[in-house]
């Protein structure tokens, strides 16, 4: 390999530029990676955008697949030439409160991927071994990287939910992370209930595995779901406090919504809403590095696999315009030339 590497970094907000980077060797614990594939998040506004506190300048990105091609001293399991994927948690630090108590998701330590280090937006990159998700063979780099935050995302919420094979799961938005989640919840064996705004949705969520359609915009969701005998679960992938209520009610009594999606505005419930039927609303973050194997490996025996559109490396910046614009369908990813034979559409 060269002594430098492509990245895609922004110098201040909104200020992408090629660079060339110079190749270094990994730190105890951590391995450097080849990478093949990078997805493009809505996410990754917070450096994009300058959202969190960045040290500039930054490579963006957190959905990652690539090839091991050096191991740090101490790394144990994984092995030069292994296809590995690196998500939004940086890696675990394995002594805080959380990690001793398990919780590797919430760990004091944890630094996010393109945030506090460098991301996947590059034909290198370094990171912590703690972290890594092992990618099946039978998934392509590009169809695997999505699934390392979307995927993981959406999969972690429903496998954990209190919703059992049978029951009425309603997933509120068809975008990057709604068209995961209708079809992990078809899979997982739940009848599906997709909900979006308009009629032209209808199609693509019965191809997704969608049991029911409800255009919101045509009448209210919550009685719709409720007609059908109510929620156990509504996935909300779709970012808005309104959104929120304004199926809240269709939950049967028990029943959660899970919050995945990010936005400013404030969820609005009424206290009647949720102690009459015992009703709750909760938040679900990423996954630790078990949960990412078992959304892949998952994803690999069941068919689930995003929509996705491949662009080179150099066209990260257009990418990610296109991304923000909501104009993707559904989800961009970033190929180098590392790459090559792992970025066939699978669909």
């Known amino acids: 390999m060269n002594a430098t590497y492509r990245a895609i970094e922004l110098s201040a907000p909104g200020r992408f530029s090629e660079v060339k980077k110079p190749l270094l060797d990994p730190g105890p614990g951590y391995v450097r990676i080849r990478v093949e594939a990078c997805g493009v998040c809505h996410s990754d506004a917070a450096t994009v955008e300058g959202l969190s506190p960045i040290d500039w300048p930054r490579v963006p990105g957190h959905e ?13 399991r994984w092995a030069v030439g292994q296809r590995v994927g690196v998500g939004f948690l940086g890696g675990s630090c394995g002594y805080c409160e959380f990690c001793r108590d398990g919780d590797l998701v919430n760990c004091r330590n944890q630094e996010y991927t393109g945030i506090h280090h460098d991301g996947g937006y590059a034909e ?47 997933v509120l938005g068809i975008g990057g992370l709604g068209h995961l989640g209708v079809q992990y919840a078809r899979q997982m064996g739940f009848e599906v209930v997709a909900i979006a705004r308009g009629a032209g949705t209808a199609e693509l969520a019965k191809k997704l595995g969608g049991h029911h359609y409800l255009d919101s915009s045509a009448a209210d969701p919550a009685a719709a779901l409720q007609a059908l005998g109510g929620a156990k679960v509504i996935l909300i992938t779709a970012s808005g406090g309104k959104t929120v209520a304004a199926t809240f009610k269709g939950l049967r009594p028990g029943g959660v919504s899970i919050a995945v999606g990010v936005g ?3 969820i609005e419930i009424t206290s009647r809403d949720l102690i ?3 009703r709750k ?39 990610y315009a296109k991304m923000m614009a909501g104009k993707a369908r559904f ?17």
């Open 264 to 266: 400013p505005e404030p």
């Open 64 to 76: 990652v697949v690539g090839r091991i091609d050096r191991l740090g001293s101490g790394v144990q």
């Open 331 to 347: 989800r961009m990813v970033l190929v180098t030339k590392n790459g090559a034979g792992q970025s066939a559409v699978p669909k």
């Open 281 to 319: 609303i909760a938040g679900s973050l990423t996954g630790n590095p078990a949960t990412g194997d078992a959304t892949l490996r998952f994803s690999a025996l069941s068919g689930v696999s995003p929509m996705i559109e491949i662009v080179p490396l150099d066209q990260a910046a257009s990418a």
């Open 124 to 170: 290198v990159l370094i990171a912590k071994s703690s972290g890594l998700v092992s990618v099946p063979d039978s998934l392509s780099s590009a169809a695997a990287a999505p699934l390392l935050c979307a995927g993981i995302t959406t999969f972690g919420a429903l496998r954990n939910s209190p919703a059992k094979a049978g029951d009425l799961v309603a």
């Open 276 to 278: 009459f039927g015992e």
